[in-house]
């Protein structure tokens, strides 16, 4: 397996939290989505990363697209704990969340990246909306689901991670008066699968990533 990225983007993170969970060994190559290779162009409809690339002898290489389809097949024929509910419905409900939590990503990038003050106040109050939602719906905790940590964590862990680095250079008071996601934050920061997802300067780099945007950072 190798796992075509990016390192900073939050999709990537996602699949690698899953691959950490799973314990599945997997390479890796890093591509600039600055400037695209034709090769990715070729195998990735969109131009996006991840791609999760199969090579086995005497075949031609397969791959799949897309995180959310990549967090299915790893869920269906990878070793270890399974990380969706076993009934269909709960399962579904997982699915839907996940796809809540890209929506959530989508915010938080129009958040990041206002040009200028009117912008940022939008894109702050929508995330608000977004964030208020999913603190109505999360169990007790410590994860999504209660105890039991589940693909849906591995969905919004990237998404807390990046407004942890914001509030590092300036508090943003998107999650307060969300004791319940606040908490989420902290249990999946400390989880060894999520914690190691990416480098140790993930957030100087994250924020530089920014910085060339001119973001409001």
Same mark, same amino acid.
């Given at each position: ?129 977004? !964030?208020?939602?999913? +603190? &109505? =719906? *999360?169990? @007790?905790? $410590?994860?999504?689901?209660?105890? %039991? ?38 249990? !999946?920061?400390?989880? +060894? &699968? =999520? *914690?190691? @997802?990416? $480098?140790?300067?993930?957030?100087? %780099? ?12």
């Amino acid at each position: 397996l190798t796992l075509i990225h990016s390192p900073s983007c939050p999709f990537v993170q996602r699949v690698v939290i899953a691959l950490n969970e799973k314990h599945v060994d997997f390479d890796r190559l890093a591509v600039d989505l600055g400037a695209k290779p034709d090769w990715l162009l070729a195998i990735s409809p969109l131009g996006q990363v991840p791609v999760l690339k199969f090579e086995r002898e005497g075949e031609q290489p397969e791959v799949i697209f897309e995180s959310a389809a990549i967090l299915d097949y790893l869920e269906e024929t990878a070793p270890g704990e399974k990380l969706y509910p076993t009934e269909p419905l709960k399962r579904a409900q997982h699915r839907a969340w996940i796809a809540f939590s890209s929506n959530v990503l989508d915010e938080l990038y129009r958040f990041s990246t206002a040009a200028d003050g009117a912008a940022l106040s939008a894109a702050h109050a929508a995330l608000r909306q977004k !964030l208020k939602r999913l +603190e &109505s =719906v *999360r169990n @007790a905790g $410590p994860y999504f689901a209660g105890q %039991h940590f589940s693909l849906v964590d591995a969905a919004f862990a990237p998404a807390f991670r990046q407004i942890d680095a914001l509030d590092r250079v300036s508090r943003t008071g998107l999650l307060d008066g969300f004791p319940g996601l606040e908490d989420w934050s902290r249990a !999946l920061a400390a989880r +060894e &699968s =999520v *914690r190691v @997802a990416v $480098p140790r300067d993930h957030a100087d %780099h994250y924020l530089d990533q920014l910085r060339t945007k001119h973001a409001i950072v």
